[in-house]
T-cell receptor
Framework: QQPVQSPQAVILREGEDAVINCSSSKALYSVHWYRQKHGEAPVFLMILLKGGEQKGHDKISASFNEKKQQSSLYLTASQLSYSGTYFCGTVSGGSNYKLTFGKGTLLTVNP | KAGVTQTPRYLIKTRGQQVTLSCSPISGHRSVSWYQQTPGQGLQFLFEYFSETQRNKGNFPGRFSGRQFSNSRSEMNVSTLELGDSALYLC???????????????????FGPGTRLTVL
């Protein structure tokens, strides 16, 4: 089942912060975050594993709440280069590894 | 290391035709997954190949098929094209850890630039 991302779109001014959420109705093994710019391939940002860890990548970080089966991506002091569509991909229980993506969140950072 | 490559980048076909898309994974990667991306549905999983065997399959009709060669290169075929097949087709490669379950849940997938298919 496809994870649900919110919000669907967000517009920021440079320097502002944003949070993108990803929720699943299934028990998750891991959450994967990607960013895709228009006309380009999705680019891997980070993976979070069950256990509630939090990871960071420059000014982009994420957390994984295992109890809620929810992950949040935090973008702080946004830059113009952060613009793009952010996807979360989830891996659920079972022996088959399958990455299921949400519909994405369009982030626009304006000067 | 060279990234994932896909050919062709753009393709225009008419309804009823068939099409074959190609994907070359990152050197050393043995797993190739295919996705269909449309504005309405986002990224949807088609199938995954590992060591020339289909390991996972999404919810797509049998018109969508694939294969993987001994050098890990993969092809995807769509027969009897429909207008709704117009989409960006992405392939992603990964280097899975051996085993099942949890140990595979951390595999990072690296995407290619995609093939834009337009069905008229």
């Amino acid at each position: 089942q496809q994870p649900v991302q919110s919000p669907q779109a967000v517009i920021l001014r440079e320097g502002e912060d944003a949070v993108i959420n990803c929720s699943s109705s299934k028990a998750l093994y891991s959450v994967h975050w990607y960013r895709q710019k228009h006309g380009e391939a999705p680019v891997f940002l980070m993976i979070l594993l069950k256990g509630g860890e939090q990871k960071g990548h420059d000014k982009i970080s994420a957390s994984f709440n295992e109890k809620k089966q929810q992950s949040s991506l935090y973008l702080t002091a946004s830059q113009l280069s952060y613009s793009g569509t952010y996807f979360c991909g989830t891996v659920s229980g079972g022996s088959n590894y399958k990455l299921t993506f949400g519909k994405g969140t369009l982030l626009t950072v304006n000067p | 290391k060279a990234g994932v490559t896909q050919t062709p980048r753009y393709l225009i076909k008419t309804r009823g035709q068939q099409v074959t898309l190609s994907c070359s994974p990152i050197s050393g990667h043995r797993s190739v997954s295919w996705y269909q991306q449309t504005p309405g549905q986002g990224l949807q999983f088609l199938f995954e190949y590992f060591s020339e065997t289909q390991r996972n399959k999404g919810n797509f009709p049998g018109r969508f098929s694939g294969r993987q060669f001994s050098n890990s290169r993969s092809e995807m075929n769509v027969s009897t094209l429909e207008l709704g097949d117009s989409a960006l087709y992405l392939c992603a490669s990964s280097h899975p850890r051996p085993g099942q379950g949890d140990s595979r849940s951390t595999d990072t997938q690296y995407f290619g630039p995609g093939t834009r298919l337009t069905v008229l």
